[in-house]
């Protein structure tokens, strides 16, 4: 969704590295929600980030919301082969009618 | 155990066929959403239904159709009208009650050849 603009596309990462993803708004963000998608599968609920900057951690991943620059970041510290996947993002946007829009997603892959 | 289901993991039709793909839930939430999701892009809603009995146009619809009898179980119909419907088809629900969050199935991925 152009509303919804993730970065980078895909990112392969050496183990133990540290990451960053973006998920960026171009309407005022109401909420926002990390998911995460093996390959095949449904979507694992990770984070969600409502107040302007919020952070939230799970283990060792970090999310931030930036609530004048319509933005939130995915960050994971020491990165790990169980991290490898989808990560994809979701907000309620102003007139998204309460429905998520959803980001094209992010694709992870851990380097041994 | 609870959660979402979706059966089949895989199905395979051939084309002109119409076919439905199930969508079960036991977390009692009230909105139940279908998405469809392409390689490299994300999720794109077909229909959602906030009550029994009511449900409403997402953005793809067309080729499309749902019913909300129960509030456990929500199949989407897959018409011949539907010009491309390869993809992962994916369920989800959600409370319905000032949050957002929403839970998903383990999805069908479709393949009409």
């Known amino acids: 969704s152009q509303e919804l603009e993730q970065s980078p596309q895909s990112l392969i990462v050496q183990e133990g590295k540290n990451l960053t993803i973006n998920c960026t708004s171009s309407?005022?963000?109401?909420?926002l929600y990390w998911y995460k998608q093996k390959y095949g599968e449904g979507l694992i609920f990770l984070m969600m980030l409502q107040k302007g900057g919020e952070e939230k951690s799970h283990e060792k991943i970090t999310a931030k919301l930036d609530e004048k620059k319509q933005q939130s970041s995915l960050h994971i510290t020491a990165s790990q082969p169980s991290h490898a996947g989808i990560y994809l993002c979701?907000?309620?946007?102003?007139?998204?009618?309460?429905?998520?829009?959803w980001g094209a997603g992010t694709k992870l892959i851990i380097k041994p | 155990d609870g959660g979402i289901t979706q059966s089949p993991k895989y199905l395979f039709r051939k084309e002109g066929q119409n076919v439905t793909l199930s969508c079960e839930q036991n977390?009692?939430?009230?909105?139940m959403y279908w998405y469809r999701q392409d390689p490299g892009q994300g999720l794109r809603l077909i229909y959602y239904s906030q009550i029994v009995n009511d449900f409403q146009k997402g953005d793809i619809a067309e080729g499309y159709s749902v019913s909300r009898e129960k509030k456990e179980s929500f199949p989407l119909t897959v018409t011949s009208a539907q010009k491309n419907p390869t993809a992962f088809y994916l369920c989800?629900?959600?409370?319905?009650?000032?949050?957002?969050?929403?839970?998903f199935g383990p999805g069908t991925r479709l393949t009409v050849t």
């Open positions: 989800a629900t959600s409370p319905g009650t000032g949050t957002y969050e929403q839970y």
């Open positions: 977390l009692n939430h009230d909105a």
């Open positions: 979701g907000a309620v946007l102003r007139d998204s009618n309460y429905q998520l829009i």
């Open positions: 309407k005022t963000l109401y909420g």
